[in-house]
Structure formats: C-alpha cells, structure tokens
C-alpha cells in the first residue's frame, strides 16, 4: 500500500519562493507522480507531473516556467519548487501517484493521494 505525504507548505509573500515535498511509503519507484492543487471554493487541478524515470516533467501551461518538478527514487520523494509565488497560487497542494507511464491532467486517473498542504501567498 503506497502512502504519500507533502511538506513544506507556509505563508509566504508575493514573489518569494518555496519548495514543497512529497514522501512516499511503499515503493513508488514504477508510479508516476504528480502534483495538484486546489484553490478555495474551487476544483482540484493539475499543476505538473513526472513519469517514473524522470522523463518529463510536464506542466500545467498557466505556470510559466516558475515551478519545478523532480523526483529521487532512492529517497522515494517528489519535489515541487516554486519560485516567484503570486497570490493566485495559493491552495492546498497535493501529492499523488499513478501506475501509468505519464502524467495526465485528470484527478480520477491517479489512485494515490497525499493529505494535502496548505500554501498561502500573500500581496
């Protein structure tokens, strides 16, 4: 049974960055991962993804290039950086985990999920 569990969530200003984790207990080498989040009030979405051998990794379009994501298996952690934080980021973002070779933008698809944790991005 595979279990997920992000760190790393804050309050932080606009502009500043952060880094939010992801571990996983039991082997989740095969599984690709992906990070979502999901706004007050609103549905969860895709923020980006990477296949199990790190091939990838895709990102949702509105990111511009100021996430980053990697994986190390031998640690079995995910990683998500996200520099220039803007207001509008701010959500609980999630972990999760598919067995399926890559990323896809849809929540059903993926079987694994972290609780969540919670970044708020002040102006």
């Known amino acids: 049974q595979v279990q997920l569990a992000e760190s790393g969530g804050g309050s932080v200003q606009a502009g500043d960055s952060l880094t939010l984790s992801c571990a996983a207990t039991?082997?989740?080498?095969?599984?690709?991962m992906a990070w979502f989040r999901q706004a007050p009030g609103k549905e969860r979405i895709f923020v980006g993804g990477i296949s199990w051998d790190g091939n990838g990794p895709n990102y949702a379009d509105s990111l511009s290039g100021r996430f980053e994501i990697s994986r190390d298996n031998n640690k079995e952690t995910l990683v998500l950086q996200m520099n220039n934080l803007k207001p509008d980021d701010t959500a609980v973002y999630y972990c999760a985990g598919r067995n399926g070779r890559k990323p896809t933008l849809q929540t059903y698809d993926y079987r694994y999920w972290g609780q969540g944790t919670k970044v708020t991005v002040s102006s």
């Open positions: 039991g082997s989740t080498v095969r599984y690709t």
